[in-house]
């Protein structure tokens, strides 16, 4: 039985191969390589190297010589036996021992079996059909030698390069004014606050005063210019802050409406935010079923606008109503 045949075969498969009483066969694999000296390229290979170490039985061999040839293990196990004496003697003999594509076995002078590995030989599956190969730089090679061509441009092209660069040019700082516009200024921005965004206040606020007011003055401070406007002001020496008067009858004769709702519980729910904000709001009811809030009461009407203009800011719909 060729026991060396089957030790190639397992090889392949395994990393290590002991023959038991002898040394082990060991598989190491090597990645890809590249030799500047001679500009060679190595697949990646599965080197073989020998530990003498390595006697004992690991049933690796005696099986597989046990499958292939249907013995029973212990035949198996003489086989190779008979095998690893056989090369011991003949090693003490001094003679070479070889391996059929794996290797050959020698004794030094002082009698230590060595081996020396099959170069061509690869025993890895994957790169199986891969030899090396020679590839050597280009030489002679300068890039300052490269032929350059001169490109003559097109007169239309470009003139149409500077027509298009010219209008980049205008059209740049006209976006750029669009975009620092509205961040600089109030042009743009909305006049939505946190009151017209609330539910309770948008959907119930009255569509049209002049059905709200029928029985009653209302004074609105129009957008343009009125006698009021064109009357002069009193000098204020320094803006009094606004303090939080009780709503209280007499001769406090303008109110200050901040809301008016449909609904006396959306009403309350006004009354609530306005009470956070320090006053001492009330609920009338008006004449249309509505629930007007009155958040302050002033005795004049220039100190009415007042007020409401300060109040306008964090309540938008709000006016001036003559109680």
């Given at each position: 039985?060729?026991?060396?045949?089957?030790?190639?075969?397992?090889?392949?498969?395994?990393?290590?191969?002991?023959?038991?009483?002898?040394?082990?066969?060991?598989?190491?694999?090597?990645?890809?390589?590249?030799?500047?000296?001679?500009?060679?390229?190595y697949?990646p290979?599965?080197?073989?190297?020998?530990?003498?170490?390595?006697?004992?039985?690991?049933?690796?061999?005696?099986?597989?010589?046990?499958?292939?040839?249907?013995?029973?293990?212990g035949?198996a196990?003489?086989?190779?036996?008979?095998?690893?004496?056989?090369?011991?003697?003949?090693?003490?003999?001094?003679?070479?021992?070889?391996?059929?594509?794996?290797g050959?076995?020698?004794?030094?002078?002082e009698?230590?079996?060595?081996?020396?590995?099959e170069?061509?030989?690869n025993?890895?599956?994957?790169?199986?059909?891969?030899?090396?190969?020679?590839?050597?730089?280009?030489?002679?090679?300068?890039?300052?030698?490269?032929?350059?061509?001169?490109?003559?441009r097109?007169?239309?092209?470009?003139i149409q390069?500077?027509?298009?660069?010219l209008?980049a040019a205008?059209?740049?700082?006209?976006?750029?004014?669009?975009?620092?516009?509205p961040?600089?200024?109030?042009?743009f921005?909305?006049?939505?606050?946190s009151?017209?965004?609330?539910?309770?206040?948008?959907?119930?606020?009255?569509?049209n005063?002049k059905?709200?007011?029928?029985?009653?003055?209302?004074?609105?401070?129009?957008?343009?210019k009125?006698?009021?406007?064109?009357?002069?002001?009193?000098?204020?020496k320094?803006?009094v802050?606004?303090e939080?008067?009780?709503?209280?009858?007499?001769?406090?004769?303008?109110?200050?409406?901040?809301?008016?709702?449909?609904?006396?519980?959306?009403?309350?729910?006004?009354?609530?935010?306005?009470?956070?904000?320090?006053?001492?709001?009330?609920?009338?009811?008006?004449?249309?079923?509505?629930?007007?809030?009155?958040?302050?009461?002033?005795?004049?009407l220039?100190?009415?606008?007042?007020k409401?203009?300060?109040?306008?800011?964090?309540?938008?719909?709000?006016?001036?109503?003559?109680?």
């Amino acid at each position: 039985m060729d026991v060396k045949a089957i030790i190639r075969e397992l090889l392949i498969e395994h990393d290590c191969v002991i023959i038991p009483g002898f040394g082990g066969f060991i598989a190491n694999n090597s990645v890809a390589r590249y030799e500047r000296v001679t500009g060679t390229f190595y697949p990646p290979v599965r080197k073989i190297s020998f530990n003498r170490n390595l006697t004992h039985n690991d049933g690796l061999l005696i099986s597989r010589i046990s499958r292939s040839s249907g013995l029973n293990y212990g035949d198996a196990r003489r086989i190779v036996d008979e095998f690893a004496g056989d090369i011991m003697a003949r090693l003490e003999k001094r003679n070479r021992v070889l391996f059929d594509h794996i290797g050959a076995f020698t004794t030094n002078y002082e009698n230590s079996v060595q081996f020396e590995p099959e170069a061509d030989m690869n025993y890895l599956s994957g790169s199986y059909g891969l030899e090396s190969f020679q590839c050597y730089p280009l030489k002679e090679y300068d890039l300052r030698k490269r032929v350059t061509r001169s490109f003559h441009r097109d007169p239309a092209r470009q003139i149409q390069v500077r027509k298009t660069l010219l209008r980049a040019a205008i059209a740049i700082p006209v976006i750029a004014l669009t975009i620092l516009v509205p961040l600089k200024t109030d042009l743009f921005r909305t006049k939505v606050e946190s009151l017209a965004l609330n539910p309770l206040v948008t959907a119930e606020f009255e569509n049209n005063r002049k059905a709200v007011d029928e029985s009653a003055e209302i004074i609105s401070v129009p957008e343009e210019k009125t006698a009021i406007d064109e009357m002069p002001l009193p000098e204020f020496k320094q803006p009094v802050p606004e303090e939080k008067q009780p709503l209280t009858a007499g001769s406090k004769r303008y109110g200050i409406v901040t809301g008016s709702f449909r609904s006396e519980e959306n009403a309350r729910t006004h009354i609530e935010m306005l009470k956070a904000e320090g006053f001492n709001p009330e609920i009338v009811p008006a004449s249309n079923g509505f629930f007007r809030v009155f958040a302050i009461y002033c005795s004049d009407l220039e100190t009415a606008i007042i007020k409401k203009d300060s109040l306008s800011g964090k309540f938008p719909d709000t006016w001036v109503s003559k109680r």
